[in-house]
């Protein structure tokens, strides 16, 4: 199978790099020279326009940081849809929006090309590893013909049932991150102001009922004050606004939800918009005047488990 990846930004990067780290026959496109001239170096072969990609290969992976982003690639008059015929895959790995991907997906049925939503979840860290976990939405045989790939790119791969339920399941799981960083912006607090061991802390945390997958990894650059998580503030906007915005096209009343909007919305304003986006806990450090560093905690994260083949679930 041929593949084409376009978008090689902190997350889609990686997943191209386990393509070529496995031997797959892979083509990339990315607006950042530099970049595709990297995957140049390695073994990857370069498409001039998403058309272009797309004609080359069997399967179009996109990548993308947002919905109108992705649009743009796709819909352009040199776009991945232009290149499309026959068969084609395009998956859609990008955390977007539910519709849009369905209004894609129609334009791509035209082509008699199959659509398929594909997002991941794990951390930079883990994608860089082909350790992350994959959910995928659509075609079950379509699933199924691109799986080898997924395996690579992933360990845990669910495939959620129609196209777009893959979508939904990322967006819902990026609202509970976001919900127990904030949360933790506030256990840091107490937790410092009463005095404790912050690296104890820590510890006791992991092995709690409190214990989450955002405070095994966040917490610990948290600590260390280079807040490096590899994801950005505005990308949590972006995500959180698509949570709030589905639960509102469902007419489902939410408490929780608008005040992390909220919340992150300050917090980009405060820090930026590139700021990483574990630097949100520092709203409490500011307002109580203290910090939560400890020592021996890492800079950036790194997936210290093997890499394994991955496997459906």
Known sequence: MKIGFIGLGNVGGKLAKSLLRNKFDLTVRDLDEN???????????????????????????????????????????????????????????????????????????????????????????????????????????????????????????????????????????????????????EAWTVAKKSNLDLAKVYKGIAVSSGNSFVHETESQVILNGSYNINFTMDLVVKDTGLFDDLATKLDAPLEISPLIVKIFKEGQKKYGSRAWSSMIVKRMEDLNKIDFRAEDFPVELEDNEPEEKGYEI
């Open 35 to 185: 970049i595709t001239k990297d995957f140049a170096n390695i073994g990857a072969k370069i498409a001039n326009s998403p058309k272009e990609l797309a004609e080359k290969v069997d399967l179009i992976i996109t990548c993308l940081p947002s919905p109108a982003i992705c649009s743009e690639v796709m819909e352009s008059d040199n776009g991945v849809i232009k290149g499309l015929s026959k068969n084609k895959i395009w998956l859609e790995m990008s955390t977007t929006d539910e519709s849009e991907i369905k209004r894609l997906s129609k334009l791509v049925d035209k082509k008699e090309a199959i659509p398929l939503d594909g997002p991941v979840s794990g951390g930079c860290h883990r994608a860089a590893t082909g350790n992350i976990a994959i959910f995928v939405g659509g075609e079950r045989n379509a699933f199924l013909r691109i799986l080898p790939a997924l395996t690579v790119m992933g360990r845990k791969i669910l495939h959620t049932g129609k196209l777009g339920t893959a979508t939904v399941l990322k967006v819902i799981t990026n609202y509970l991150a976001s919900v127990h960083l904030v949360a933790l912006g």
